[in-house]
C-alpha cells in the first residue's frame, strides 16, 4: 500500500519536540505536512505518564523553560498550551547545602529592573561568595557582555581559567550552570556554547533569565498538536517506525514504514535522533560517509528520581542542591495520602553513578534531602522512582560543536532536525525547537 506524493508537501519523521516544531513552521509556510511517530506517544524525551504505584503523573525527566525559550514558547502558544507553565517574575532560586547553609539568587534589581543588572545584583548578595569572589565574577561577566571572551576551541574549563575564576566560584556558581543547561561537566563542554548561554539567558535583555516551571505533565503540553495538526490539513502517523528511506541517485523520494505502506515525497525532514537515522539511511556511498558521522556523535546521561515522604515538604518550586550528588530538586503534586510529598530530583551528567543500583540511588538522594532540609529529617521515603536515560542529549563538547551538522544533508530533499543540530545552542528544548523552523524555512 502506498500514499500518493500529492497528499503531503512534506514527511516529518519524529514527533519530538523538533518534529512538531518543524510541523507548526511547515504549516506556517502553507505547506501540509504528514509527522509519522514510531510510538504511541508525542514529546518525544519531554513526556510524561502516570506512576502505577501512587497515581501520579510523572515526566520522564523533568523539564524548565527561560524567558529566552522563543522558539519552543511559539509552539506552546500555537498549540494553547503556555498557560499550563509557570513564570517565575524574576528569576529567583534557592540554594541549599548538607551542612544546613541557605543562600538566595534572587534577579531583582532597584525598581524591579530585568537582564544583565538584576543579575548582577543578585550575584552580589549571595553570601557563599566571598567580595572577592563577586568581584571576579562580575568582572568575567563584564568581560563577556563586552565580547571580550574569545572562547576558540577551548572547554569551558579553560576558558574559565583563562578568565581568572578560581576554583571555588566554577565549584559553586558555574558548574551548576553548566551542568543544568549543557548536560556536560565543564571540562567536557564547548566553551563556546556556554558563553551562547550566558549571553542568551543569564545574562540576556529583559526576562530572558526568568524560569517557566510546567504545572502539569509534559505530555500535556503537546497534547493538543494531533488535533491541531489535523485542522490544518496535516496528519500524524504513530506506533509505525519508518523501516528505510527510498534514496535513488542522491534524492529523497520516500518513505517505507514499518508495516509496509510506502508513501512518496521529495522533501522530508529526520527529526529522529542520530542512532534511528543511522537504521534506515541506505548503504549508498554518500549515506555511508553521512554515517560514519552520526556514529561519531557522544551522548550524556541525565537521571531523574522522584521520591515520595510521608511529610510535606517546604513551600519551594525548585531549589539548587549544593555540593551533593542530587544538583536540583522541584516539588510536585501528589495524589497519595494526605500530608505526604512529592519531590523530582535531576542529576545530569551522571555518568559516574549512572551504573548504581536504582534502589541505592534513590536512599542516597533521600538522605542529601533530609541534610540539605532538616524539616525531612525524620521523613520516611514510602516509594520511589528513577530513571536512567542514557543518551538524554548529545554531548557538545568543543570538536562536537565544530563538527555539528546542519540542517541541509548531500542527499536533495532530506533534511535535518533535533536539539542535536547546528542550532548553536545547547541540547535543549528551545533547541529542539528551533532546529524544525530551521529545517522548515527550507523547504
Known amino acids: ?52 504505584v501512587s497515581g501520579d503523573i510523572i515526566d520522564n525527566g523533568q523539564h524548565v523553560m527561560m524567558g529566552c525559550y522563543e522558539s519552543f514558547f511559539h509552539v506552546l502558544t500555537k498549540l494553547g498550551t503556555m498557560k499550563r507553565v509557570k513564570k517565575q517574575e524574576f528569576l529567583s532560586i534557592p540554594f541549599y547545602f548538607p551542612d544546613g547553609r541557605r543562600d538566595l539568587l534572587h534577579a531583582k534589581g532597584i525598581g524591579n529592573m530585568h537582564g544583565p543588572l538584576g543579575m548582577a545584583l543578585g550575584f552580589m548578595k549571595l553570601s557563599f561568595l566571598s567580595w572577592k569572589e563577586k568581584r571576579s565574577l562580575l568582572y568575567f561577566a563584564f568581560r563577556l557582555k563586552l565580547g571580550m571572551c574569545k572562547p576558540g576551541s577551548m572547554t569551558a574549563m579553560e576558558l574559565l581559567l583563562s578568565e581568572s575564576q578560581s576554583k571555588r566560584i566554577i565549584d559553586l556558581v558555574w558548574t551548576p550552570v553548566i551542568l543544568a543547561t549543557m548536560n556536560g561537566k565543564p571540562e567536557e563542554v564547548s566553551a563556546k556554547i556556554f558563553i551562547t548561554v550566558l549571553r542568551l539567558a543569564f545574562f540576556g535583555s529583559g526576562d530572558a533569565s526568568t524560569l517557566y516551571i510546567p504545572q502539569c505533565g509534559l505530555s500535556e503540553l503537546f497534547e493538543p498538536f494531533q488535533e491541531w495538526l489535523e485542522k490544518q490539513g496535516g496528519l500524524l502517523i504513530q506506533s509505525n517506525g519508518i523501516d528505510r528511506l527510498h534514496i535513488v541517485d542522491d534524492r ?89 510529598s512529592l519531590l523530582a530530583l535531576t542529576i545530569s551528567a551522571g555518568n559516574d553513578i549512572i551504573h548504581s543500583s536504582t534502589e541505592e540511588l534513590a536512599h542516597a538522594c533521600a538522605t542529601e534531602i533530609r541534610l540539605c532540609f532538616p524539616e525531612m529529617n525524620d521523613a520516611q521515603l514510602l516509594h520511589w522512582k528513577v530513571i536512567k536515560e542514557r543518551m538524554a542529549t548529545v554531548l557538545i563538547d568543543p570538536d562536537t560543536e565544530n563538527a555539528r551538522l546542519n540542517s541541509t544533508t548531500p542527499i536533495t530533499g532530506l533534511l535535518l532536525a533535533g536539539d542535536w543540530t547546528n542550532t548553536g545552542l545547547p541540547a535543549t528544548l528551545e533547541s529542539a525547537a528551533l532546529s524544525g523552523k530551521l529545517a522548515a524555512s527550507l523547504l
Open 252 to 340: 529523497i523520494k520516500g518513505v517505507y514504514l514499518q508495516d509496509g505502506m510506502y508513501i512518496e515525497s521529495k522533501q522530508v525532514i529526520s527529526a529522529i535522533p542520530p542512532h534511528s537515522l543511522v537504521k534506515v539511511l541506505p548503504e549508498t556511498s554518500i549515506s555511508l560517509s553521512y554515517i560514519s558521522q552520526l556514529n561519531a556523535i557522544q551522548y550524556s546521561p541525565i537521571i531523574s528520581l522522584y521520591l515520595w515522604f510521608d511529610r510535606p515538604f517546604p513551600a519551594i518550586d525548585i531549589a539548587a542542591i549544593m555540593e551533593a550528588s542530587t544538583q536540583w530538586v522541584f516539588q510536585k503534586t501528589t495524589k497519595m495520602r494526605d500530608g505526604s
Open 1 to 52: 500500500m502506498s500514499l500518493k506524493k500529492e497528499t503531503y508537501d512534506v514527511i516529518i519523521l519524529g514527533a519530538g519536540v523538533a518534529g512538531i516544531s518543524a510541523a507548526v513552521h511547515s504549516i506556517g509556510r502553507g505547506l501540509r505536512p504528514l509527522v509519522i511517530e514510531s510510538t504511541a506517544n508525542i514529546g518525544g524525551r519531554a513526556r510524561s505518564f502516570e506512576d502505577r
